[in-house]
T-cell receptor
Framework: AQSVTQPDIHITVSEGASLELRCNYSYGATPYLFWYVQSPGQGLQLLLKYFSGDTLVQGIKGFEAEFKRSQSSFNLRKPSVHWSDAAEYFCANQAGTALIFGKGTTLSVSS | EAGVAQSPRYKIIEKRQSVAFWCNPISGHATLYWYQQILGQGPKLLIQFQNNGVVDDSQLPKDRFSAERLKGVDSTLKIQPAKLEDSAVYLC??????????????????????FGPGTRLTVL
């Protein structure tokens, strides 16, 4: 069965510092991969997605992610974190016609 | 453009009681999803509708959960009777259309899922 693993449950980053959130997927064929953000009391918002082509994808709010087939990874990055980025981040993989989500990484931003 | 609406936002019930959640998708969206998000986990798909037909309900606990989308617009998810382990956030999402399976090569544009704010259910 397909699965998505987010190894880090909670990460704290200083405001202005760079961020990398890890995601590993398991699926034999070309995966469709996504990163979502969930702020408290809000629904999930799509940050970016990867289907094929350029392995570095740009998303909203200054986020980017890099697909590495050799490592089965799709890590999310941001060069400079803002306090408003504090939220929960979910990596997802499309399975059939629906999405399989990882357990999420909670990002805290310290001043 | 209005987003996905859900009500109520919060619900507290005793175990063995019944509860219903309502979702109104974005206008014109044919596909509607219900997800269950248990604390500390990612959302898990319960059921997917295409208009008023079920596409996937393989992970819906059918002995206690039911869902309908009779007119192909808004939808109701019901739990009867509720158990303690049903405590979770229930998310509704909608997309313009159902996405083809990965690798099907149809070349159609991806239909993004838009999520509502969720209903937080606590079962005591």
């Amino acid at each position: 069965a397909q699965s998505v693993t987010q190894p880090d449950i909670h990460i704290t980053v200083s405001e202005g510092a760079s961020l990398e959130l890890r995601c590993n997927y398991s699926y034999g064929a070309t995966p469709y991969l996504f990163w979502y953000v969930q702020s408290p009391g809000q629904g999930l918002q799509l940050l970016l997605k990867y289907f094929s082509g350029d392995t570095l994808v740009q998303g909203i709010k200054g986020f980017e992610a890099e697909f590495k087939r050799s490592q089965s990874s799709f890590n999310l990055r941001k060069p400079s974190v803002h306090w408003s980025d504090a939220a929960e981040y979910f990596c997802a993989n499309q399975a059939g016609t629906a999405l399989i989500f990882g357990k999420g990484t909670t990002l805290s931003v310290s001043s | 453009e209005a987003g996905v609406a859900q009500s109520p936002r919060y619900k507290i019930i005793e175990k063995r009681q019944s509860v219903a959640f309502w979702c109104n998708p974005i206008s014109g969206h044919a596909t509607l999803y219900w997800y269950q998000q248990i604390l500390g986990q990612g959302p898990k798909l319960l059921i997917q509708f295409q208009n008023n037909g079920v596409v996937d309900d393989s992970q819906l606990p059918k002995d206690r959960f039911s869902a309908e989308r009779l007119k192909g617009v808004d939808s109701t998810l019901k739990i009867q009777p509720a158990k303690l382990e049903d405590s979770a956030v229930y998310l509704c999402a909608s997309s313009l259309d159902t996405n083809p399976p990965v690798g099907s090569g149809t070349g159609v544009p991806y239909n993004e899922q838009f999520f509502g704010p969720g209903t937080r259910l606590t079962v005591l």
